[in-house]
């Protein structure tokens, strides 16, 4: 039918391109046609028809003639092969490895089972494991009164998990044919070890296996976490390691003692056993008890330390003269001798004292901000030299429009050229006072006798006028932030390595007490790089982004993006943010 209805066309080329839907009609309308002839036929009862008639109008021979008129039409456009190995191939060849490898068994071929199988089947089960490069993700424990070995606990995600032929519970009594009663878990791990290719198990299941009917849970590690330094870990091998700050996914938390969970970074891997909240917590505790003791001096309030605060003016990206307030050039040596008094306890207490306190893991859910909500604060920490408010400068003066700084409070006396409101808010020693008891300032201090502040005010006022509110603040300041209404964003600015510092900083300017500008000296570097250390191994878990200040111009530029970022795409913060009911 096909060649019939192709030789009838003309040889024009306008109406050569009408050939082929004319060619692939022709194979349904030939079908059609034949299929009346048969239904006359039918009525007649000659033999055979019906059986005929049914063929042809079946669903699966019309689905393989729509497949060949697609072919059809597809071998008209005359396809190329995509890659040059693929000249060499043909379609029947392609066709026919496919059928070769689909014919293939790939099962692995497993033992007979044993002839003494007991007669009721759900008494003893046989499991047969094929042994890969994976470990098997289950392990077992002897239990202290029977002695009985049974299945401790399935990794998620592993090799028995994956089987679902094993179950946390189930009851060994051979391991490859060796009997493991008496056996201590060691023997039976060894046998495990030193087996090839399949393991078969014959075991007693459990008679109420666990329902899991747990939610999975995502939090943000707030502590590292190394099980191969862990003692009492029931499998080092099984253990996720993770550092403060990541993000994992919780899949099981049956045992109260040892929850089972992934990293968002990697959620293709098998989980790991990590330690509960409860049971980490517990592990602070005795970590900071077994310490000698030294007045923690972190657990107070650290936030008397002495700033200050000089406001300066700038020119926007328009070329018009802009007041940046709340621009902190901090007199360096009064922030060293305040951030010593800190970093004295710190290193006395090398887990913080922080941590003890706060709960090991915080529960974090997705977050998007949608366009008609009030941006998020960005803050900006990091050790004093290392750029914060170079960056931050460059950031606002960029587009004073879109950041701006939270204007600080101040109680020292209002100079002439100034405004309220513009360079400082100018408020009384007890206006001040009360506006720290009732924890509205993120961070303060005193310089001169006078108190300096940036307050949640001041704040709530820039995010209210729909800009973006870019402040640096000290670490010490991110807990009281860190508020559902504020939904900070933080940045980490890190100094790059000392060497680098040298070429880079080689014509930047440091203040202190006494020079206002000076060049940074070989100690200035090493302490920027021992406070960023202390800084991250304090408060990273609290950090969304780092960001290292090697060149200026790539770093204002890693900054522009992360702010958006923050703004605009979802972001991993705390569930306790979102779930309204728990908003105060
Ligand atoms: N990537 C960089 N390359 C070269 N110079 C830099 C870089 N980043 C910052 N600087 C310079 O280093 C000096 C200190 O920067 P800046 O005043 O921003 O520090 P800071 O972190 O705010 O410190 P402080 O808290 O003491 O005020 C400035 O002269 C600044 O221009």
Known sequence: AEKKDGGSLPK???????????????????????????????????????????????????????????????????????TLQARALNREALLSAHDTVAQKDFEPILPPLPDNIPENEEAMRIVCL???????????????????????RVIHGGLADRSGLLYAGDKLVEVNGVPVEGLEPEQVINILALSQGTIMFKLIP????????????????????WPLQDPAIPCADA????????????????????????????????????????????????????????????????????????????????????????????????RRKARLNQQSCSSRCPSSCCSTLAAPYEEVVRYQRHPTDRHRLIILVGPAGVGVNELRRRLITSNPREFQSAIPHTTRVQKSYEMNGREYHYVSKETF?????????????????????????????????????????????????????????????????????????????IITDYYVNMKFKEEDLQEMEESAKKMEAQFGQFFDQVIVNDNLQEASAQLLSAVHRAQDEPQWVPAIWICSDTQP
């Open 433 to 509: 006072e009360n506006m720290v008891y009732s924890h509205r300032m993120l961070e303060y201090g005193e310089y001169k006798g006078y108190l300096y502040g940036t307050s949640i005010d001041a704040v709530r006022a820039v995010l209210e006028a729909g800009k973006i509110c870019v402040i640096d603040l000290e670490p010490q300041g991110i807990q009281i932030a860190r508020t559902y209404e504020l939904k900070p964003y933080i940045i980490f600015i890190k100094p790059p390595s000392i060497g680098c510092m040298r070429q880079t900083r080689k014509n930047a300017r």
């Open 206 to 225: 459990v008679s109420d296996r666990p329902v899991s009917n747990q939610t999975t849970l995502y939090v943000r590690a707030m502590a590292d976490y």
């Open 12 to 82: 024009k080329k306008k109406q050569k391109k009408k050939k082929k839907p004319q060619k692939n009609k022709s194979v349904s309308h030939v079908l059609t046609l034949v299929l009346q002839e048969l239904s006359l036929l039918c009525k007649r009862d000659v033999n055979g028809v019906g059986m005929l008639y049914d063929l042809l109008r079946s669903r699966w021979l019309q689905a393989l003639l729509k497949i060949y008129e697609c072919l059809q039409h597809y071998l008209g456009k005359r396809p190329a092969p995509v």
């Open 130 to 152: 094929v042994k890969n490069n994976q470990p098997l993700g289950a392990t077992i424990k002897r239990h202290e009164i029977t002695g009985d070995i049974t299945v401790a």
């Open 239 to 334: 253990g996720l390691p993770f550092k403060k700050g990541e993000i994992l996914q919780i899949v099981d938390q049956n045992d109260a003692l040892w929850w089972q969970a992934r990293k968002v970074s990697d959620l293709s891997a098998c989980a790991g056993l990590i330690p509960s909240n409860h049971l980490l917590k517990r592990k602070q505790r005795e970590f900071w008890w077994s310490q000698p003791f030294q007045p923690h001096l972190c657990l107070k309030s650290s936030m008397l330390f002495v700033l200050c605060i000089l406001e300066e003016e700038e020119f926007g990206e328009f070329g018009q003269r802009v007041f940046i307030a709340g621009f902190r050039r901090s007199m360096r040596l009064c």
